[in-house]
């Protein structure tokens, strides 16, 4: 059975996905305030004055790392009600929506995880060493913990978005639009518009957005044209990792002690517009070659037939 096609397992009405999707989206605001109020009360200041701080004032009440802990718990909490979802709401194998594999491919994980984190180290050095905007910023006092949270809590955080738009809605839309190409434009819809209220559209304006469907969209492209997560995983947790650990500025959405600082002004530079148009092609060439993967056009739009025949799916 190819990725896409698992959507047909365990029971899967249209109330399920209803009801998966309003938890989801239900334990947002209550995991983040209660996040909020602990990060803040650890730092002395009482729920009932809570309302007398901004975002930026409360960064620097509580630090960079426990500020970090506070915006990626949610996404802790997310990835587990995921998992939970997926097995007792819609009685499914939990490795059903990471991959068609027999089991979870560490070593696709870890290629991609390398061969990008790779591109991203080439592009840091050449910054470093062509402009000097790009200060080194290491404080030990704060960075092995920055190091111990980066590891341990954004690959769980990566690991929900992936669930939720290379897993979830890639193969759960399958079964309205049959074309996995489709699948994929709609997914990467979804995580451009949701990624929307991140501080870097302000900064650099609307445009960035693009840049977040090509993202999407390659990351949808490695999920189906491998059948499975774990390439796009590998890919997406060395991004928020090196983001979070190498390299940071004033203005995106996880401010951190990294190893780097950038100074420069907010402007969408080449280096993304590289990325887009160079790197990812040559990693999807790259990817094709080691897996041998079918023609693409056979793969991204061909007809996906679900196995869907009237089952008893009791809803309560």
Request: charged share 15%.
């Amino acid at each position: 059975m190819k990725y896409l096609q698992q959507a047909s397992l365990g029971k899967r009405s249209y109330f399920r996905y209803l009801l998966t999707i309003t938890i989801l989206i239900a334990i947002i605001p209550i995991f983040g305030q209660l996040a909020y109020k602990v990060g803040m009360s650890l730092v002395g200041i009482p729920a009932s004055e809570l309302k007398n701080y901004t975002l930026t004032q409360s960064r620097d009440l509580m630090g960079k790392n426990l500020f970090l802990i506070v915006n990626l718990f949610p996404f802790v909490v997310l990835f587990f009600a995921m998992l939970l979802a997926i097995k007792y709401i819609h009685h499914r194998p939990i490795l059903s929506i990471f991959t068609a594999r027999p089991e979870f491919d560490w070593k696709r994980f870890f290629l991609s995880f390398g061969l990008f984190g790779l591109v991203l180290g080439i592009g840091l050095t050449h910054t470093i060493l062509t402009t000097n905007t790009t200060r080194w910023n290491y404080n030990p006092e704060t960075f092995w913990m920055l190091m111990g949270l980066s590891f341990f809590m954004l690959p769980l955080q990566t690991a929900f978005e992936e669930l939720m738009f290379r897993g979830y809605f890639l193969q759960g839309s399958i079964r309205l639009f049959k074309k996995p190409i489709v699948s994929a434009l709609i997914s990467s819809f979804l995580f451009a518009v949701l990624h929307f209220e991140n501080p870097e559209v302000v900064k650099l304006g609307e445009v960035i957005v693009i840049y977040y469907f090509a993202c999407g969209f390659f990351m949808s492209l490695l999920t189906v044209l491998d059948n499975g997560l774990e390439l796009s995983l590998g890919f997406h947790t060395v991004n928020n990792i090196f983001g979070t650990l190498m390299l940071t500025n004033n203005w995106q959405v996880f401010q951190t002690d990294a190893l780097f600082m950038d100074k420069s002004e907010p402007i969408i530079g080449w280096d993304l517009w590289v990325i887009v148009l160079v790197c990812f092609p040559l990693l999807l060439f790259i990817f094709h070659k080691v897996y041998k993967w079918k023609t693409w056009s056979e793969v991204l739009f061909e007809n996906i037939e679900m196995d869907d025949k009237a089952q008893k799916d009791e809803v309560l």
